[in-house]
């Protein structure tokens, strides 16, 4: 677990506030992807990028907006969110997003509560 | 199409019995099969992974097998035990060019009962 991180591990937000939310993978990998695991939902796509460059925007609203500056780091800055937009948000990577099979690895989420 | 379906949603077993996980998909351009371990507090990992070449694949008390033909694949825990506990989950990619994107099913809660 130790090979991708995130930061914070809890937040809770009012539905007024930016917060951002980091991830970092020890892995040199050049891939990084962000989900959202809800209860009883399958965990859901929302951004790729590969080579720092977005390769996927699984229709996602633009209150949560990624940044990645290096293939090490990813960012989801988060304004204005919903109640529903409480969740369990989990940052993956991998070595690259060329070609399917290529294992993912998780960090360990953070949980997100907006009031 | 780009479903995954899984069953059971919560499955309870007693220490020493066999666990089994079932997943149906219908896109049959998928050809990556990887099963997810997750523990409270966790992120997922990955347990075991199969493509359509082969029936089935083993690994310590972890078996997928696989049937093309059905669409279907499945985990089997055997000699189940409490340490097992955990959410279970299947995934599927594939399908020339795709990204490496990995579809989820809903996650099964495993109870291994000591």
């Known amino acids: ?115 | 199409q780009q479903q995954v379906k899984q069953s059971p949603q919560s499955l309870i077993v007693q220490k020493g019995g066999i666990s089994i996980i079932n997943c149906a998909y219908e896109n049959t351009a998928f050809d990556y099969f990887p099963w997810y371990q997750q523990f409270p507090g966790k992120g997922p990992a990955l347990l075991i992974a199969i493509r359509p070449d082969v029936s089935e694949k083993k690994e310590g008390r972890f078996t997928i097998s696989f049937n093309k033909s059905a669409k279907q694949f499945s985990l089997h825990i055997m000699d189940s035990q409490p340490g097992d506990s955990a959410t279970y989950f299947c995934a599927a990619s594939g399908g020339g060019g795709a990204t490496n994107k990995l579809i989820f099913g809903t996650g099964t809660l495993l109870a291994v009962q000591p």
């Open chain 1, 1 to 115: 677990e130790t090979g991708v991180t995130q930061t914070p591990r809890h937040l809770v937000m009012g539905m007024t506030n930016k917060k951002s939310l980091k991830c970092e993978q020890h892995l040199g990998h050049n891939a990084m992807y962000w989900y959202k695991q809800s209860a009883k939902k399958p965990l859901e796509l929302m951004f790729v990028y590969n080579f720092k460059e977005q390769t996927e925007n699984n229709s996602v609203p633009s209150r949560f907006s990624p940044e990645c500056p290096n293939s090490s780091h990813l960012f989801l800055h988060l304004h204005t969110l919903q109640p529903e937009d409480s969740a369990l948000y989990l940052c993956a990577s991998s070595q690259d997003t060329l070609g399917g099979g290529d294992t993912q690895y998780f960090g360990p989420g953070t949980r997100l509560t907006v009031l």
